[in-house]
């Protein structure tokens, strides 16, 4: 009985495990603990801190991704998730370090749960009334939301959050890391004959946070797939597609939009919080409406519903212009102030002319889910193929137990 | 003193609240037939009072001349406009006719680029358009005009009409009123009365069944989206005038409000739209009155939540049934 379940569940998923796919796996993994050691070594520092920044805007589209890709759930004010997250795991962290001092280098750890579940508890409270709405007018409610948010934590509410000035207060330190102390000091190498300045490598806090930013995107990539074919997921699916067939056939909408509002606000939360630790700092400015609708944006381009679309997505958008500027701010490829600036500036323009041409030819994002391609695309017969051909695995697999 | 100050905010309120029922219409008007949220409508706004700011500095400032000598026609026509009060009236009006027009071809446009290739995609994709839309207009004025805040003259100057109470009450406030309550009474008596109006009226009840009697239903969309961005940019000449300065992200916050107004009285219902502007307008002055000032936006955006939960269907509207 679980047996056939579990066939079915990886017949649905997006495929199997072929020699071709480990082998590009494996790629990826070595080419990702590689990367910092590389650009560390040859002094291109600004880009093991533009991949972190863009792995915690991969944690984001993925977060993101179940609420508007799997729940069909139009959220415009993701963003408060992202400063609830590293707020409550800034304030909560800091009181926890000032009462048991010999916890500092656990203290990140120990709040990644308080921050999800802050995350999770606020996206509960705000779905909670709004699950009759719909989808418009949930896009509103969200952004007011995520307003309302910035506006209370701008407005020094509760004389905890310090407005506009930020956190940690003045002269109050986030406490380091576990590990982070010993590998500054002791995780260095050079080699003097590679390259014309040398190769030196040391272990900066910069690494360090890419490591911990990688390993939560391949743990967030994990969940969300297995999300993604769980029974919620499939939920989800009917639910986008058909809300009254779904509750028709017994699909508990309101539960089913919960889990989703909490499961996303998840992982904006932790993300939040690794950015306040990550960056030592968080004011209100880092969670405007912008920055909610690029991790939309980034959601978008890349794909609704896709897991490679929305890595893809978060690189293009946060990746791209902070990668040529910090190319060209340290002289790698030779381009002029003005004209980094005018490629900063011209970049939300582009992006605002890219929604609107994406949704006219192609809805689906550039790296679709299938499903959701076909969703958006009524017009082609590709529903009907994969109906029948996961019918048809799901039924050739039920052969194979194990596999 | 009480007294004072609340009719002083009841003053503001109704300012305030005349400009966003003029963005409300808007919203409510392209809702009504399209079932649509016109997410770029706050950029109509803003594009407005810059368009209106062009065309009042073409007309009254000596400088564009020295700057641009073939326009040298214009001055003794600027002269007209900057000497007297007629003159002063005359260009505020052909500031407003303008920027109307140009700001409908906008809206126009918009809908034929932007969201009429989608009217059958799912709900989803015309909102993600408009939002793209948003974004790029906002970010064509930083780029193109202004980064920071640009000054608004108000021709009007700083003349008190009348006093109730001990409250002073301005010319541009009483013009505010009276030119917003005026466009909303001839909108509403356009709708009902008119040939098109009635034609407007069939689409937004059923488009197909309007569309099988003869109606041009793309005329009827494309109406809307020149009357509501029309009034629109008339609210961002008043708000430039009103604040003394414009900027590219000005139409956020004040498009925010105008759909929450649209919300309140009932979205898709013009007179709900109307009311809905003033009651938001009023108790926004009051709320910065007498709770705090930091925190009137979140009251705004607490009303909309409200609503929305509480009584969806607004204080005019009907209930909204889901179509299956």
Known sequence: MG??????????????MTPMRIALYTLMGVALVAMPIFFEGFGMLFMTRILALVGLYVMLALGLNIVVGYAGLLDLGYIAFYAIGAYAGVIVGSAVFKSMPGLGPWTYFLMIPVAAAFAALTGLALGTPVLRLRGDYLAIVTLGFGEIVRIIINNNAFNITNGAAGLPRAGVFLPKPLGLEWLQNNAFFAIPGMGANGFNFSFSSNVYWYYIIVLLCVLTIFVVQRLDDSRLGRSWAAMREDEVAASSMGVNIMQAKLWAFSLGAVWGGIAGLTFANFQQFVSPESFTFMESVFVVCAVVIGGMGSIPGAIIGA?????????????AASGIIPLKGEQVSAISNYRNLVFGLVMVMMMAWRPQGILPSKRRASELRPDTDEMGDEESETLYDAQHDTGQPGE | ???????????????????????????TLVYGILLMINFAHSELFMSGAFVGLGVMTLLTSSKVIGRFPWL?????AQQFFTSSGVGVICMLAIV??????????????????????LRHAPRLAPLI?????????????????????????????NKMAFSVAGVDVSVLKVV?????????????????????????????QDREAAGLMGIDINRSIMLAFFIGPALASVAGIFSGMYYGSIVFYMGFLPGMKAFTAAVIGGIGNLRGAMLGGFVLGMVESLASGFISTGYKDVIAFGILILVLIFRPGGLLGESVVEKV
Request: proline content about 4%; cysteine-free.
């Open chain 2, 176 to 204: 505010i009123i009276v030119t917003a309550i005026t466009l909303m009474i001839a909108l509403d008596t356009y709708v009902s009365r008119s040939r098109m109006g009635k034609a407007m009226r069939a689409t937004s």
């Open chain 1, 315 to 327: 690189l293009l958008i946060q990746g791209t212009p902070e990668i040529i500027r910090g190319f």
């Open chain 1, 3 to 16: 047996g056939t379940k579990m066939d079915v569940n990886t017949a649905v998923s997006s495929g199997k």
């Open chain 2, 72 to 76: 040298s026609w214009l001055a003794p």
């Open chain 2, 1 to 27: 003193m009480l007294v004072n100050l609340i009719i002083a905010q009841l003053v503001n309120g109704l300012t305030l609240g005349g400009m966003y029922a003029l963005i409300a219409l808007g919203y």
């Open chain 2, 129 to 157: 358009s408009a939002v793209g839309v948003s974004i790029f207009l906002q970010n064509a004025v930083l780029l193109w005009i202004s980064s920071s805040q640009v000054p608004f003259p108000n021709p009007l100057g």
């Open chain 2, 96 to 117: 407003f006719l303008v920027s109307m027009v140009v700001v409908g071809i906008m809206g126009v446009t918009i809908e034929r680029l932007a969201y009429r290739p």
